[in-house]
């Protein structure tokens, strides 16, 4: 086992074009990109199926499905479809973040507590804020796992927009096979697992931030 | 306190899992059978684990045995590494192989530069042959590195050699395997030999699917194909010339114990070798993967249509 590449301070230097920095600060990108497009079209959809209970094969069957598109043959396709760029690989990656989000927000709204939303009601709610006060804080910590499952398998999976010319992580990956330098391809694997434990850890703790203790049940 | 003492326990985990998969000094292609000699008057014919070589030792087992000597078939063997061993231990007597690679990969440092052209190259690699071996005549057909365009692109910049793209290869992107960008037979070649600097590099696969389908699409407007590929073909792409030998010779020759090689054996080879030539290597090979008839089949067609 060689890890001369990963110790390499050249490798380390912020300004040149594939050096550690460089890439994470790519494969970031992809990860945020991916994260933020998939939210956007899956919380919605799946809070609304939560919330009014209608359509919820939609959301377990895209889930499923969803789960089960291998990633890789998705970005093949993709781009013998739509050509080289950035767009073949954020639609792969956000394919992937849609079903645990997506899932996630159904199944955090459908396990609320109906007494309490009943309660809400009563003291005059209207549909709105029983909705922001009360229903999403209650379904914040199954929906946020979903997220953070979504983001944790999205910061692996970007390592595949290398394969089609563009940057990231797996570049390291890539690069190190085709030119047999395999202290490159630890590297890489040993940035990527990192990167998606710290990130983790983080979430973990924005989780803890941002749900209600009322909910959590810790004053 | 727990939960991230937990995740760290799962880090920790999984490095050390990571690392221990990494690990292990076996060698993956190492085979334990040394595989025995095959009997006096036989020979043994293997190939590398793709198509083209396939179809190439399938060549001369049939040519061999239209001369009535008895042929065993091993073919699919795998990567260099694992056949020269094979040959080395007399597993097998002969294959089909590529004169610059197969130099490149004896040589310790790998082919020298300014080695490029077929009979330097066939010249330098019969100093380095593994004793007991030889190489027979070598074919013109060739199975190397090229730069290829769409026939737009050729006609819009009237392109018809690597030395044309000089001027407007600032416009222009090029795509190859990741591999080019460190390699002298790659960019830094282009630049030093041509002094051909492109606008952007896009790491895809060495003349794969991938860059094919970005030369078609106009991704890319250069690309790194191999020069026996049947889509150059299909998709009327245009193969520009390397006059300064920029990429090494690759002609495809067969590797033989000496023990094995009798005249009747180097006699129906060589005739197969004054046969082949790119474009019907090309040809057949097409048949193989496009039209996926047999081997066996296309071989026949092959050593009947040319009279052996």
Known sequence: ????????????????????????????????????????????????????????????????????????????????????????????????????????????????????????????????????????????????SGFRSAALQVVATATVAAAVGLSGLGRLMIDGLAVNDYSRVLAGAIVVALLAVLLDLLLAQVQRWIVSPGVSKRF | MSRIRLAATAAGLATALLLSACGSGDDPLASDDSGASSAPGTVTVGSANFAESELLAEIYSQALEAKGVTVKRQFNIGARELYLKALQDGSIDLLPEYNGALLSALQTGGAPEGVSKPEDVLAALKKVLPAGTEVLDQSAAEDKDTLTVSQETATKYSLKTIDDLKPVAGQLVIGAGPEWQERYQGLKGLEELYGVKFKEFKPLDAGGPLTVNALKKGDIQVGNIFSTDSSIKTNNFVVLDDPRNLYLAENILPLIRTSAKTDAVAGALNAVSAKLTTENLTTYLAQVQVDKKDTATVAKAFLSENGL
């Open chain 1, 1 to 144: 086992m060689n890890l001369s590449y990963l110790f390499d301070a050249a490798h380390w230097d912020p300004s040149a074009t594939g050096s550690f920095p460089d890439l994470l600060l790519a494969h970031l990108g992809y990860v945020a990109l991916a994260l933020l497009i998939g939210t956007v079209i899956a919380l919605p959809v799946g809070l609304y199926i939560g919330h009014t209970g209608r359509g919820s094969f939609i959301a377990i069957n895209a889930g499923n499905a969803g789960r089960s598109l291998p990633t890789l043959g998705l970005l093949m396709l993709m781009v013998t479809l739509l050509g080289l760029g950035l767009l073949p690989v954020l639609i792969a990656l956000t394919v992937l973040v849609i079903p645990p989000i997506l899932t996630s927000a159904y199944a955090g709204m459908r396990t609320l507590d109906s007494q309490v939303v009943d309660a809400a009601k009563g003291m005059g709610m209207r549909p709105w804020q029983v909705l922001t006060r009360v229903e999403l804080p209650m379904a914040l910590p199954v929906l946020f």
